[in-house]
Structure formats: C-alpha cells, structure tokens
C-alpha cells in the first residue's frame, strides 16, 4: 500500500477558496484535512475598531455570499438584547420577509452549485434565473442585489414599497410551480440519485456530537430549527413545518433544501398577508450599555450565534461570531474517511460549506 | 530569420487588426472568486446578463484562460496564490480588478491579512468600482478592455 | 408554591453536585445560563453537563481579553437540545500563563473552535492532538491578534492618495 498526499485547491472550479490534502491510495481517501484561511479578513478584531452603527455593512460582508440578511438579524438581536430595546411591530415583519426572500435566494444558489459539481449544467441556469426574481424584489426593498444593508438597529431602513406585496405573491406562485420542474431534473434524475444516495452518510449521534447545525443536521434526522426552539421576531406566530431526513446521505441534504424552499415560501405568503400598520424603525441610542447577551438566529446554512460583550461605550468590547459553515467544517474530515476520490467533491458541496463564512 | 518573417507580418496593419478583434471577442476568464463579488460572476455569466455573448467564457482549466476576474478582496495567504495562478496563464493575460476591496482593499483599509489593492501583486488593465458592482458595470469594464485590447493590442507585449 | 424553571432547576443540580468550585451561577434569562467555575474543574463540570444534564450540542468557545485585570475569560457555550436551554461554562485564567484543559474528549465539535481560540489569544489548550495556524497566514509571527495589546493601524491615508495620483496620471 503506497499513499500519496494530494493538494486541491484553493483555486479549483467549484467554489473557492478551501485547500484539501487528501492521503490517497489508489483511487480510495484515506484521510482529508481542510486548509482554510485564505479569505480571512479578520472582522472579529476589526469590529472592535468601529461603532455599533459601521459594523453593519462589516458583519453582512462575514456571508455575503447569498444570505447577509440572515447574518445581520443576529448582530441586531444581540444588540437590541443588552440595550433592552423593543423594534416596533412592522419592522419584525419586514425583517422577516427579507430573511425568508434571502434564504431561498441562498438555496437556490445551492442548487446551482450542486449541479455544477454533479455534471448537471441545466440546473445551474434555471436556478440563478429563479434566483434573479427573488433578487429583483430585495432590490425594490433596499436598493441593492446582494449587500443590502437593509436592516438597522431599531429596525429597517426603508419601507415596503406600492405594489411590492402583489409583484411577490406573483413571483412566489411562480416559483412554487418551478419547483416540480426541479425535482424532475435534479432530486427524481436518476443519474443524480445514483451519485448521491449512500455517499456521505452522517448518522444523528455522530451529528450532535460534532456540532453540526442546519439543514445538514435536519438531514440526519435530528429536528433542530431555531425558530421553532426559540422563536425570535414574529416567527412564534406563523405555522410551518420544520422537514427532517431519513437517512443523513447527501441525497436527503439536497432534497431537504428544496423543501425548505417550500416552507419559506409558506411563511412569506402568511407574512405579507398580515404585515402590519405602524412605525418601521424605533430610536436607538447610540451607546450600548454595559451587559453580554448572546442570540441564536436561523441562518440558510444553519445556526449563526453571536456574543457580544458591551462595555458603555459606542464599540463593542468583543464581539465573538459562531458561523454555521465553521461548525460544519468538522463533518467533511469526518464523512471522507475510505471513499472513493470522486465522492469527495459531492460531499463537499453537499455540506454547503462557503468559505468566506468560515474564516470570517 | 523566423523573428525577421514574424517582424514584417505584423508591419501589416490589417492583419494586426484582425487579430487584435479575435483576441479581443473571445477573452476566456479563470475561475476565481476570492470575495463577495463571487456571486455576481455565476450571475453575470448566466442568462440575464449574458456575457458569453460578448465573447467571455468563464472556463475551469487556467492553461487556456487569458483573462482574470480578481474579484475582491485578496488576503496575505491567498496571494501567493494568485501570483501562481496569474503566472501559468499564457502569454497575453489581462486582469480586471472588480470592486472596491480589490482597488484599495475597501472596507478592510485596516486589516491585519488583507491586501490593499490588487495591484500590489499583478499589474492589473481595468478597474470596475462598486461594492459589489452591479452586472452593467461588469460589462462596461469587459468592453473598456475590448476597446484597449483593439486600440494597443500587439504593442502590449 | 410555584414551580421551578428548567434553568433554575439545572443550577441546583450542579450546584448539589460541585457546592465548592461554582463561583457564579445565575439564570440570565429564558434559556440563557452562565455557570462560572474554577480553572482547574472545567472538565469534571462540563462532563457532569454533558451526561448527567442533556447538553451535548457545543455551540462556540470564545475568549475574551480583559487587559486591565491581566486575564482572559474562556466560556463554552453548550446548548441542550431536550431542554432547549444554552449553558456558557465559563472559566478565568491569568494572561501571563494562559493554560486550560481542552474539553474535545466531552465534546468533539470542539476541535476547530479551541485552535482558532489558541491561535486568537495565545490559550493553550492540553490535550489538544494539533495547535497549529488555521486561519491566519502561514508566516504569522506578531502577537495574537485578538489580544488587546495587538494595534490596528490607524490611518492608512498617505498610501491611499498616492495610488489615487498615479492612477489619474498626476
């Protein structure tokens, strides 16, 4: 038995920029450590530097990838925790509109990748020309396509615009048909079933042990979802499914997202129906007062947890980011023990692990 | 005698020409997405946008690419990267520096691993601004080089 | 009499079961509890958590410099997926001889969480198979960098406008 080390990356064609050193022997992995590091920025240290108000468009930047709004509503949970302030009704709901667009613009975006590590070049443009639909109504929201800025302490920036609930239930109907289409092509395809069933398979006990959050522990059959386990903004008032996998495969992570897709698009029609009157944003004092809270929100990729440490001035002391994709990273050396070389890039994008979330 | 040959074709301006068009309408990129720009690029490549109509293919072997979107902020440990990648293009390459944080290292002015401009590393041919620049301004950039590439074309290298 | 909440009901267990090495223990609020225990105990009370109390899903490990009291502050966070409550187990060390057990034996999640702590602040973790850089570049050799003592620059203005002059051609 003769192993070679093996170097992937970091520029390869799926999505950028993790480095594997895999130890192969013949075509089977024997063991895979990830290298990671080259999209760090150091935002932890940096928003020490910068007040409450300036660490906005930082922290959305930590995944700007497809979710920032998910990443943002954390930061303002914990902030608004310590300051003991109360957001007006209106802008819980609008908060939760934008993440609900925002998560499914982020799965679409999955799909995509998926398709492109499977070989399955139409799945890449139907999704990414979904995704531009959803885009186009977060861009009536806040003026901008994937860095929106659009939450703030206190509240949201701008109002729903006229006509926005009509033009969203529309494209919401669209996409709902659209979605047969894409378990036709991608999840019922039985050339994608062949490639993901059985490959990957991460069991529940081995999930919570590792720390695993998201839609890849719900794929492992262990029903986790935040919004259900501690509600935040409005969601205690909506009634949605949380879905769950039966056998923790990459087949059950992808086709668990789909259906996630279908449960937002539930919470959004519930959302717009009921949207409020009223204020959308409350005043915010600029200084935070002395206190440490720590908030748990329901990112697309799973849990994002953030602890902040205020000391009674305008900079936070310290600010600690828990990423989903950082506590996910652990499962790829863990699933990629004695398999076949070309299991690990389905594994890989299966886990949907995005770099610049992981490094921070 | 070949080099003589070689000097006296390209004294023929018309030929020049044509070549300088095909080089230009067929720029092929690499597939690099160092920061938050990443998206844009699988968007501006697709159906909306569409910028495989004005010649550019986003391809995945980097032997073949002549053109590189650096999009983004580029940290201390993936340069060295870069500059790797950069050199096993072939000869003639050209580099658009997209966004902010490639210009001048942008919102990450003060950071401890980030690079503060591109183009302290590769010498780069067009600078689109924006954070992250809409898919329009993408395209403005991929003409800007066209019409460079037309006007200076051989005179380059 | 009114019934106990399952956070005030998990701290008098602990409580019952280390009466000597809690310092502090409070309920924060819904689901929120802090439990703050001697440096050399961290592993015998996240064990009795682990086993005993349901918390089995680790959540993050972060440090926290406090320059002016020449220490640093290590706090695990660890949530319970039956009880749905969020315990920060919580530990200070000096900052001159940052040594703490490492607690991957309990939770095996935590494996990337205390190298990046190590890497962060300079805590070193016994026990831990592989301290090594993981996020910063491979030639690293300043301080820590979340450590207080560690400066940003302040103004990088001058390299600024001397791009901006030679790239309008001035």
């Given amino acids: 038995m003769s192993v070679m080390k093996l170097s992937m990356g970091p520029q390869h064609p799926i999505t950028g920029h993790f480095r594997f050193i895999l130890d192969v022997d013949g075509d089977l992995v024997l063991k895979l450590e990830p290298d990671i590091g080259y999209t760090h920025r150091g935002i932890e240290k940096l928003v020490e530097k910068r007040t409450y108000l300036q660490n906005l468009p930082v922290i959305e930047r930590v995944n700007s990838y497809c979710d920032s709004l998910g990443t943002m509503l954390g930061y303002l949970e914990v902030i608004e925790e310590v300051m003991g302030l109360n957001v007006p009704e209106r802008a819980k709901y609008l908060r939760v509109i934008s993440a609900e667009l925002n998560r499914i613009a982020s799965h679409l975006y999955f799909l995509c990748l998926t398709s492109v590590a499977t070989g399955l070049e139409t799945m890449l443009m139907w999704p990414i020309n979904d995704r531009e639909l959803i885009l186009d109504l977060l861009e009536r929201l806040s003026g901008q396509r994937i860095t929106y800025t659009y939450q703030t302490i206190g509240g949201v920036r701008f109002d729903m615009p006229d006509g926005f609930k009509d033009e969203a239930l529309k494209r919401l109907d669209y996409l709902e048909k659209r ?5 036709k092509m991608l999840v019922h395809n039985h050339t994608f079933q062949l490639r993901t069933k059985n490959v990957g398979i991460l069991k529940p006990s081995d999930a919570v042990k590792l720390g695993v959050v998201g839609p890849n522990l719900r794929a492992s059959g262990v029903k986790v979802d935040v919004r259900k386990d501690e509600p935040y903004e409005v969601y205690d008032r909506f009634d949605f499914l949380i879905p769950t996998g039966k056998n923790g495969d990459s087949y059950d992570r992808v086709e668990i997202r789909l259906k996630e897709i279908e449960q937002s698009i539930h919470i959004l029609r519930q959302a717009l129906k009921d949207v409020p009157k009223g204020a959308i944003k409350t005043w915010a004092p600029p200084i935070v007062p002395k206190g440490e809270a720590y908030s748990r929100v329901e990112a697309a ?55 610049m979330d992981v490094d921070r | 005698m070949l080099q003589k040959i070689r000097n006296s074709l390209m004294g023929i301006k018309l030929l020049r020409r044509v070549l300088n068009w095909g080089r230009a309408w067929s720029l092929w990129s690499v597939h690099l997405e160092t920061g938050c720009c990443g998206p844009e690029d699988m968007a501006r490549a697709c159906a909306r946008y569409d910028t495989e109509r004005f010649g550019t293919l986003p391809f995945p072997s980097l032997r073949e690419c002549d053109l590189i979107f650096v999009t983004g902020f580029v940290t201390k440990k993936m340069a060295k990267r870069l500059k790797l990648v950069y050199d096993q293009m072939p000869e003639p390459k050209y580099v658009i520096a997209i966004g902010h944080c490639a210009i001048s290292g942008g919102l990450w002015w003060d950071s401890y691993s980030v690079v503060q401009g591109v183009d302290e590393i590769l010498p780069v041919d067009v600078y689109v601004p924006g954070c992250p620049p809409r898919p329009e301004a993408w395209i403005q950039g991929i003409r800007m080089l066209q019409e460079k590439i037309t006007k200076e074309g051989m005179s380059k290298k | 009499m009114t019934e106990k909440s399952i956070e005030e009901r998990i701290i008098e267990d602990v409580k019952a079961r280390f009466p000597e090495d809690i310092i502090e223990a409070k309920v924060q609020r819904k689901s929120r509890i802090s439990l703050s225990v001697k440096s050399e105990k961290i592993y015998d009370v996240g064990l009795f958590l682990r086993d005993k109390l349901g918390f089995d899903h680790i959540a993050s490990v972060s440090g926290v410099d406090y320059i002016t009291m020449n220490e640093f502050e290590v706090i695990y966070y660890i949530w319970s997926i039956d009880n749905k409550v969020l315990v920060g187990l ?13 607690l991957i034996d309990l939770w095996e999640g935590a494996l990337y969480h205390e190298r990046e702590a190590w890497e962060m602040f300079g805590i070193n973790f016994l026990g831990h198979p592989n301290l090594s850089l993981l996020l910063l570049p491979e030639d690293w050799d300043g301080l820590p960098p979340l450590r207080k003592d560690f400066l940003l620059p302040e103004n990088p203005q001058e390299k600024l406008e001397e791009k901006i002059k030679k790239l309008s051609g001035g």
């Fill in chain 1, 179 to 183: 979605l047969e289409d894409y378990y």
């Fill in chain 1, 301 to 355: 990729r799973g849990e994002f947890g953030y602890y902040l440490v205020g000391d009674g001035t305008m900079k936070p002391y310290r600010l600690k980011i828990s990423p989903p994709s950082f506590r996910n990273l652990i499962a790829l050396p863990h699933l990629c023990r004695n398999v076949p070389l070309a299991d690990v890039p389905i594994i890989y994008i299966s886990l949907d692990l995005i770099p």
């Fill in chain 3, 90 to 102: 919580r530990t200070k060390i000096p900052r001159d001889r940052p040594i703490l057990k490492s």
